[in-house]
């Protein structure tokens, strides 16, 4: 998991439950030429209205995606603490590709989204790369132009003679960001001289701070996209999502 630990206080466990197909979601044919495209189309479809949440699938409302708390330990030299965090523009996702390697029981899902905005409150203490920073208020991180490439295995299990696909948790999560702002307020008990400074710095040295912060994202991107994709697949089956 990289040498950030992390914990994230949201999301409940799944209870195990089968449902109908809603309408928005169109099963593709394993044997079609175009399944690859057939997956991609449908898969984006079906995105913005999952997002919304589905009691059915058990899937929360995800846009806005909210976060109770997020506590991000960057290593021995740095303390962050996200609370009461809205990720906002969670609805610019799009389903740029999506296959599925039926032998491989692996599922590959490749996303864009143009802006996402982390807007909440922070508590920092420690360095940042070589700067040190401290403070507590208002937080806003603002994603640009972000792609994420999303696989995932899964296991066929068997409820009552159906198949249902459950998510391993060996799933996997790349992604690039283009450009990423911060704004942190109060930061140093609001010294304005010594927050502007800082706050110069995270945006002058956004793509370290990425990478700083890489796990984090990761385990934040990977619990909406287990919510969303397992709240699916654990409960509508496996032959009506794919259709011979
Ligand atoms: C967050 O920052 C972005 C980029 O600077 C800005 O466009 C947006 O309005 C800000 N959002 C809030 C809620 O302050
Ligand atoms: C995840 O683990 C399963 C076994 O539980 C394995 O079959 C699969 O290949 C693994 N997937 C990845 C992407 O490593």
Do not use: W
């Not at 009691?55 to 995800?62: G, Q, R, T, V």
């Amino acid at each position: 998991m990289g040498k950030l630990g992390f914990l994230l206080f949201t999301l409940g466990s799944f209870v195990l439950a089968s449902a109908k197909l809603p309408k928005f979601i169109e099963p593709c044919s394993k044997s079609a030429a175009d399944f690859q495209k057939c997956c991609t189309d449908h898969g984006n479809k079906a995105l913005p209205l999952l997002l919304q949440g589905d009691k059915e699938l058990k899937i929360p409302k995800l846009n806005p995606y909210h976060l109770d708390k997020v506590v991000a330990d960057a290593g021995p030299n740095l303390k962050i603490t996200l609370t009461n965090i809205e990720l906002q523009g969670v609805d610019s996702l799009k389903v740029t590709d999506m296959n599925v390697d039926f032998d491989k029981k692996t599922v590959y899902i490749s996303l864009h989204a143009e802006r996402v905005m982390l807007i909440g409150t922070y508590a920092i203490d420690g360095k940042i790369l070589v700067l040190p920073i401290k403070g507590n208020g208002p937080l806003n991180i603002t994603i640009v132009d972000s792609q994420f490439k999303y696989s995932f295995s899964y296991k066929l299990e068997n409820r009552a003679g159906v198949d249902y696909a459950i998510v391993q948790d060996n799933d996997s999560l790349d992604f690039k960001i283009s450009k990423s702002y911060y704004k942190l307020d109060n930061l140093f008990n609001g010294n304005k001289a010594m927050g502007d400074n800082v706050n110069k710095f995270l945006n002058e040295n956004d793509q370290d701070i990425i990478k700083e912060l890489s796990a984090t994202i990761k385990a934040v991107i990977t619990s909406i996209a287990r919510t969303t994709g397992g709240g699916v697949l654990s409960t509508i089956p496996f032959s009506e999502l794919f259709l011979p």
